[in-house]
């Protein structure tokens, strides 16, 4: 089986799984019992948590139809994957969660986050292009002034997107709408 291909079968896998997440956390922000959740958070942080997971999933379906796999949407989606089993993994030892969030809902992503990022070894490298003189110098020799813009040939979109998702962490953390930060943050 070609790279392309299991790759493709990692994603369409993903967004089984990320539709079976929505359906079984849709009770639980509609205030009804789950027998799948051990736990009952808020609904509002359960309504956030479905927003999420589809647009994980409708990302890897989207992903899955192009022609040519862009690997590093597929390397974002990979640590996306391996965060949130990491993320539920750390609650666990904290005690905060029962081990049936980490085993039973959660080991899924933390097998397609690594195989996401095993397929896509040595075909993803977003280091190299910051050494290039024209965009980074590596001494101040070389600087006649602000760099010239990027062509949009050479823009990686995953990196604008990481940069669009640090600038909306940074903006929540200094925003204070009616007190969420002590509602969600206590």
Known sequence: MGRDRAIRIGLWVSVLMSAMAVVVFV????????????????RHVVAQQIVGIAVFGGAFAWLARQTVINRALVAVGGLGKLGYFFTTAA??????????MVGSAVVPDLLLGARQL??????????????????WPLSSRHVRGPPPPIAPSERHEVLDALRGLALFGILFVNLDAGGVRQQIFP
Not at 27 to 42: D, I
Not at 91 to 100: E, I, K, T, V
């Open 27 to 42: 009770p639980l922000a509609l205030s009804q019992e789950s027998s799948l959740v051990p736990v009952a958070p808020p």
């Open 91 to 100: 609650y666990w030892l904290a005690g905060d969660l029962p081990f049936a």
């Open 118 to 135: 095993r397929l896509n070894r040595g075909s993803v490298d977003f280091v190299q292009p910051l050494y290039r003189e024209s965009i």
